[in-house]
């Protein structure tokens, strides 16, 4: 019996970590030890704000799981003044040396300058949202920065489809 109501004590308490479809995200700051841009500056989850956001929290080692989905929202030509993407890689996550990642990442802005790179570098995301680690995380958020749609893992044909028009309509 007390196995059971532990259990469900830890049960909640990840719960009020996870993020809920329609809620404003809880507030996280990437800087310094804890990672931010790839030029140095700190992050934080009130840049999701103003415009139809897309965030991808990845896993270097996950990193090509969703390539169709990238294809897909590269094919678009969403208009930058009303839509935005981030990545968010978990540096954490992989073997790969920091130094490593973070030297890709930079040419990886310079190649996608329209996409805002981020380093987490101690899994904050995960703790703080309820990601799932060693993952790719697809989120999508609103102008007003509340939660449209969130999937860990590739997402299907019908479920890029659905993403895709989920954005439209949230332009």
Do not use: C
């Not at 700051?29 to 990672?35: A, E, K, P, Q, Y």
């Amino acid at each position: 019996m007390i196995r059971m109501m532990v259990g469900l004590m830890v049960l909640a308490s990840l719960r009020l970590w996870a993020l809920d479809i329609g809620a404003l995200p809880p507030k996280v700051i990437l800087h310094g030890d804890s990672g931010g841009t790839v030029d140095g500056k700190a992050w934080d989850t009130s840049q999701l704000r103003g415009k139809v956001h897309i965030l991808f929290y990845v896993d270097p080692d996950e990193r090509s799981v969703n390539d169709a989905l990238t294809q897909a929202l590269k094919k678009e030509r969403f208009d930058a003044q009303r839509f935005a993407s981030t990545v968010v890689i978990n540096l954490a996550a992989t073997w790969m040396p920091n130094v490593v990642l973070e030297s890709l990442l930079k040419k990886k802005q310079k190649e996608f300058p329209r996409t805002r790179y981020v380093k987490d570098k101690q899994k904050v995301l995960v703790r703080r949202w309820g990601l799932r680690d060693d993952a790719f995380d697809v989120l999508l958020f609103g102008r007003d920065g509340t939660l449209l749609y969130s999937k860990s893992g590739r997402l299907s044909d019908r479920e890029i489809a659905q993403l895709i028009a989920l954005i439209k309509k949230h332009l």
